[in-house]
């Protein structure tokens, strides 16, 4: 009998130590094994990085914005603007089509869903859904709600955007003035309403038809 057994036999214990020793290691693999498998079943249920920017549809809740405000989402890497217009900021908007380079947005159709293809170039009067970014050099133009004569900006304006970088203006509905560098509006991306206070921003009822 080896020195081994004569221990193990004048203590029983420790065999039963070692047992349960072997037990729970082989215990431990197992679940590490385990969620090794189980971790990447799970994260396929979350939208990956690369389904954001190939354009997943992004639902934002819509019903702390006050009139006057703005916030901001991101869809396919862009910001997008809603903004909740006052009733005086609407009342502004026939007011500047004499001013602007396409009033109607039939210049680019691409940047303006047929829904939207009206004087407040909105679903719903009150709220704005457009692309943060100016249609010249990609840049983000910056807030200019306030009435009035303001720096860089007439003294009849009836707010809107100002894009510092050359200057181009837009009214309330992101539509572009006359001699700006700015070729075209800021585009209105799909978008449609789940319900008076969910807004789905990136897809609408044609996309999902």
Request: hydrophobic residues 40%; glycine residues 8%; aromatic residues 6%.
């Amino acid at each position: 009998m080896t020195q081994a057994s004569e221990s193990a036999a004048l203590n029983p214990s420790s065999l039963d130590h070692d047992k349960r020793n072997w037990i729970v290691a082989t215990a431990v693999v197992g679940g590490a094994g385990g969620l090794a498998v189980i971790v990447p079943f799970v994260s396929t249920f979350q939208p990956s990085e690369r389904a954001k920017a190939a354009g997943a549809a992004v639902e934002v809740d819509i019903s702390a914005i006050k009139p006057g405000e703005k916030i901001t989402v991101e869809w396919r890497g862009k910001p997008v603007w809603i903004v909740k217009r006052t009733p005086a900021q609407l009342a502004q908007l026939p007011k500047a089509a004499s001013q602007l380079a396409d009033p109607k947005s039939e210049r680019n159709l691409d940047l303006t869903p047929e829904y939207a293809r009206n004087a407040v170039r909105s679903i719903k009067p009150e709220t704005l859904v457009v692309v943060g970014i100016c249609s010249h050099l990609g840049c983000s133009p910056i807030d200019k709600f306030q009435l009035g004569a303001q720096p860089s900006l007439p003294a009849d304006w009836g707010g809107g955007f100002l894009c510092p970088c050359h200057g181009s203006t837009f009214d309330m509905a992101g539509r572009v003035f006359k001699n700006k560098p700015a070729p075209d509006n800021l585009e209105v991306p799909p978008h449609m309403y789940l319900s008076d206070t969910r807004l789905l921003v990136g897809e609408d009822k044609s996309t999902r038809a």
